[in-house]
């Protein structure tokens, strides 16, 4: 393939301009779900461009309640510089302020009267690793502290600490107080932007194709074009009715990370990170706590998740999280408590609200056990059929689960892959894998539960999972043994 031209400096413009309308639409959608839900202290406006914000005036969100957000938003088509101590010091290339001084001056005139002011730079420049402040910053805070207020002042990070100071006009207080507010939004490329708006317009219940994030980036730009510098509900309203874009309701927000970080974590209404607290370092290899978390500790977490979102019963479970922890999920939220659950698979909107014309009864093969009065229970939508029942009977008689017969349950054409195509396969199978096992579990203590389908499926299931009995839930941890009991599930 042959490399593409340096860009023209009017291409440059127009797509970091396009850059800054994706952020405002961003914004947009904020604005309009945190006042669907609604939330406590929703934002109230969003200004694009705003007056007397100084240079943190690009997208701007006004809330009912200060602190309000005022964001710079930087775009570069070139990766040679990241943001490290030089880029943010350096004179303006007329000689004017650094990027670091305009930020202090700005956040002095905000804060002037004593109220407090959130402050961010969301750019798609990456921070530099070798940065003695920029490399400390926490990557769930986007904040530099704590770790760059530690050190003595003839540490590398003091010394920065005083570099930066002077170059801002600031005291090391006043600096250490900037940075507490200050949030380092780095990395976030043209695609990562885009792709977290899909996500972000279907939780809102919009639609979430390419074609509708750059129907939304344009009314912005639109906007801006006829001199409206705030974006108020009732505009945004009018614009996705005008736009089509409506396709249902929004959501209040759960984000569950185990295995990588949740792009929309900060936009959650509730979020519970257990990234650092899963084995091993890579989102592939991620199957069980590491000790001295334990799995008991995560289900508490998750089962508390109901009480600490607003009083919405449309949910979107958003993030990256195993079958048994999905599973679980489901069962917090479970169907008779009124909850319509949603989960994105493959980029589409699963959701308890979708019908289905009538429920998919699966297949069911039994095997004797003799080892006790309780019931193992193998779903497996997606594993080659003999290997799945193989593990699963190799586990049961192995570990000597105290289980009579073992059933496999699987969708009528068999296990494969998209084995499930939409949300409506999803319910229907979900609801006849319960009600296939309604009779045969009623006269048994417990179910054990083994699970191989789309995450999905197991978290539709965990909604539909009442006059069932009590149910351990295990996880596939890929060791020899294969599982481990995950969660304990009341009936």
């Given at each position: 393939m042959e490399p593409l031209p340096a860009p023209s400096p009017t291409s440059v413009r127009i797509t970091g301009d396009h850059y800054q309308w994706l952020i405002a639409w961003t914004g947009c959608l904020t604005l309009l779900r945190e006042n669907a839900i609604p939330t406590a202290n929703p934002v109230i406006s969003v200004g694009v461009e705003a007056d007397n914000a100084g240079n943190l005036d690009d997208v701007v969100l006004l809330r009912r309640t200060p602190p309000h957000t005022y964001t710079q938003v930087k775009y570069t088509v070139s990766s040679t510089t990241p943001i490290n101590e030089d880029y943010l010091t350096k004179p303006s290339p007329t000689g004017g302020p650094s990027i670091l001084k305009k930020i202090a001056t700005t956040w002095r005139t905000l804060t002037a009267d004593g109220i407090d002011a959130d402050l961010a730079i969301i750019t798609n420049r990456a921070p530099d690793p070798n940065d003695p402040l920029v490399s400390l910053r926490d990557a769930r805070t986007q904040l530099l502290l704590p770790k760059a207020a530690h050190g003595t002042a003839r540490a590398k990070t003091g010394k920065a600490r005083t570099r930066w100071a002077q170059n801002a006009g600031l005291s090391e207080s006043e600096l250490h107080d900037l940075l507490s507010r200050l949030r380092f939004d780095l990395s976030r490329e043209l695609q990562h932007v885009r792709d977290q708006l899909?996500?972000?317009?279907?939780?809102?219940?919009?639609?979430?194709?390419?074609h509708a994030v750059d129907q939304g980036a344009n009314w912005v730009a639109q906007q801006v074009r006829d001199g409206h510098r705030t974006l108020t509900l009732d505009m945004v309203k009018a614009a996705v009715d005008s736009l089509d874009l409506k396709t249902g309701p929004a959501h209040a927000i759960l984000s569950i990370a185990t295995l990588k970080p949740d792009p929309l974590a900060a936009e959650a209404d509730h979020a519970i990170n257990w990234i650092d607290r899963f084995e091993t370092d890579s989102e592939y290899t991620k199957r069980r706590p590491l000790a001295p978390a334990t799995w008991a500790q995560l289900q508490e977490d998750i089962e508390a998740a109901p009480a600490r979102l607003p009083g919405r019963t449309d949910i979107s479970v958003l993030g990256s999280l195993r079958l048994a922890p999905a599973f679980l999920t489901g069962t917090a939220f479970r169907m008779v408590t009124g909850a319509d659950l949603a989960v994105l698979q493959r980029g589409d909107l699963w959701s308890t609200r979708d019908t289905y014309d009538a429920e998919c009864a699966p297949v069911v093969e039994e095997y004797d056990i003799g080892q006790g009065e309780d019931l193992a229970v193998g779903i497996n939508a997606t594993v080659k059929a003999e290997d799945f029942t193989r593990d699963v009977l190799e586990y049961v008689e192995g570990q000597n689960i105290p289980a009579s017969r073992l059933?496999?349950?699987?969708?009528?054409?068999?296990?494969?892959?998209?084995?499930?195509?939409?949300?409506?396969?999803?319910?229907?199978?979900?609801?006849?894998?319960?009600?296939?096992?309604?009779?045969?579990?009623?006269?048994?203590?417990?179910?054990?539960?083994?699970?191989?389908c789309p995450m999905g499926v197991a978290l539709l299931l965990g909604h539909r999972w009442n006059r069932l009995r009590p149910t351990v839930v295990y996880e596939d941890i890929s060791t020899a043994q294969v599982y481990e009991p995950a969660f304990f599930v009341h009936a």
């Open positions: 899909q996500l972000l317009m279907a939780v809102c219940g919009l639609r979430n194709d390419s059933l496999i349950l699987t969708p009528p054409a068999g296990p494969k892959d998209r084995s499930v195509l939409d949300s409506a396969a999803a319910n229907a199978l979900a609801a006849g894998i319960r009600n296939a096992l309604r009779r045969p579990a009623r006269t048994t203590p417990r179910i054990h539960l083994f699970l191989a």
